[in-house]
C-alpha cells in the first residue's frame, strides 16, 4: 500500500484521539487487548512509512562521464574565493587581489572590467566581498559594511549599485542566497548548525533549520558538518562526513527528501583533520539540478547530479577538479577553479543523454 505523508498526522492525531476514548470507555468495563494493541500496530507502521517516504536510499547513476577540461588562463585574479555566472558573464571575487570584483564575458572568459577595492571610504569593501547566489540578473554583493549587501547591475561595461540592502543584524553569515529578490538565505552551521531565512522586506525572521548535533561538541568535526545551496523553492544540504544530502522545502523550511547511502560511515579522527575523510565538497542548487562535487577517496572525486526528487541524472569524473564552480544550466558548461593552476579557470561541458 502506498505511504501517504500528507495525511500522516492527521491519520495520527485521530487514531491518539480514537485510542483515548476505548481506553476511557473499557476502563471499567474491561480493556479489548487485542483492539487497543492493533491500533497502536497501525499507528507505529504508519509513522514508518510516512518516514521512508522522506528518507531514500541514495540513487545509482547510469550516466557516467570522464570530461576533460579547456584550461582558460586569467592572470588578473590571485585566489578567487566565489563563482557566480549571470547571463552571459561570470563574475568573481577575489579578497586576495588588489581590485576584488571582476567580470568576464563567457564562454571565453574574456575580460570585461574589474571594481572594488579594500577600504573603509565611501564604495570601498570593509571586510571581503562574498556574492549572495541568486537566480535574478542582479548580482548581490555583500562585505562593504558587515550589515549591507550591495544590488549590481551592468551599465553598458560597467557594474553599478542600483541599491543597497541593510540587514536587520550581523551573523556568521555563510553560503548567502537571496530568493526571488525578498528572501535571504544562509547558513551558520560553522557555529551554530543553523539554515537560516530573513524576509528582507520586513527586515524579520521568517524560519529556520536546525541541525542535529553531536554529544561531543566539537564543531569542525561534528558528523552533521555540511555546506548548503538553495533555488528559489529548495534549500539543498550536503554533508561533509557522511553519503548523504537533505532537500528541505523553503516555503516551510520542513525536510522534502533524504538522500543517504548507509553503507559509508562517517570517517572522523577528532582533531585529525589529515586522517578524517571528507565527502562533499561543494554543491550548487541549479534551476533544474543538484550538482554535488563528491570526494570518492581512491577514486578521485567526481561530479553528481541529481533531480529534485532525488533520481541520479549523471556523475562526472574530472582531469583537473574544479573544487569551486558554478554551472551555466541553459548551455550545459560549468566553469570552475582549482588552485594548483592558480592563473587558469577551467571550462567544462557537461553531457546529457
Known sequence: MACLPKMKTRFIRLTC??????????RNVGMDMKSYLYGLL???LLAGCASQSVEVPFPAFEQKAALKGDMLECK????PDFIALKGKS????????DTMLWRYELPDLMLQNGWGTKGQGKDEIGLFPM???????TLYVWGYTPVTIKAMVADGQAMKAARALLLPQYDNFNQMHILRDSLLVYSTVSTDYTIKKINLITGKPSGQITMER???GETFFDSHRGTMSANDDFIVYAYSYKKQIDLYRVSDMKLYKRLVDKDVKPEIRMGDMQHT????????AGRKYIYALYDRQENGCCLEVLDYEGRGVAQYSFDVVPFLFDVDEENNMLYGFNGNYENYFIRYKLLFD
Not at 484521539?17 to 473499557?26: A, C, D, F, H, V
Not at 556574492?131 to 540578473?137: E, I, K, L, V
Not at 575523510?277 to 550548487?284: D, H, K, S, W
Open 42 to 44: 497501525s499507528l507505529f
Open 131 to 137: 556574492f549572495c547566489r541568486s537566480f535574478s540578473d
Open 277 to 284: 575523510v571528507q565527502r562533499y565538497l561543494n554543491v550548487i
Open 76 to 79: 588578473e585574479i590571485i585566489a
Open 17 to 26: 484521539n480514537r485510542l483515548r476514548k476505548e481506553t476511557l470507555k473499557n
Open 90 to 97: 561570470m563574475f568573481v571575487a577575489s579578497s586576495r587581489s
Open 214 to 216: 553531536d554529544e561531543h
